[in-house]
């Protein structure tokens, strides 16, 4: 079956970097858009960024400029690079996997990044 596991979580000081990954198994990674979201306590889950088959990225407002979103096909794996942390990019961090033109099917369990002032 299909599985996505996030790792890389963690707490981070203000203004410091974190680089989440999420490793897939179970489907064809390559045919697959993905994607990173994040829920904070008492707000609605978000998409923060997606990259899709052919690597066109797409950021949420709130982190452009300051996330990356990358993918190794090979390793079928994705990445957030998260630079520049702020407090209120405090939340769980869920990867996504879904077929182009689809909605988001599979999901990971969830990595908590907490940042610190």
């Known amino acids: 079956q299909v599985q996505l596991v996030e790792s890389g979580g963690g707490s981070v000081q203000a203004g410091g970097s974190r680089r989440l990954s999420c490793a897939a198994s179970?489907?064809?990674?390559?045919?697959?858009?993905m994607g990173w979201f994040r829920q904070a306590p008492g707000k609605q889950r978000e998409l923060v960024a997606d990259?899709?088959?052919?690597?066109?990225?797409k950021y949420a407002d709130s982190v452009k400029g300051r996330f990356t979103i990358s993918r190794d096909n090979a390793k079928k794996t994705v990445y957030l690079q998260m630079d520049s942390l702020k407090p209120e990019d405090m939340a769980v961090y869920y990867c996504?996997?879904?077929?182009?033109?689809?909605?988001?099917?599979?999901w990971g369990q969830g990595t908590q990044v907490t940042v610190s002032s």
């Open positions: 996504a996997a879904r077929i182009p033109g689809y909605e988001y099917k599979y």
């Open positions: 179970g489907l064809i990674f390559s045919t697959y858009t």
């Open positions: 990259i899709s088959t052919t690597r066109i990225t």
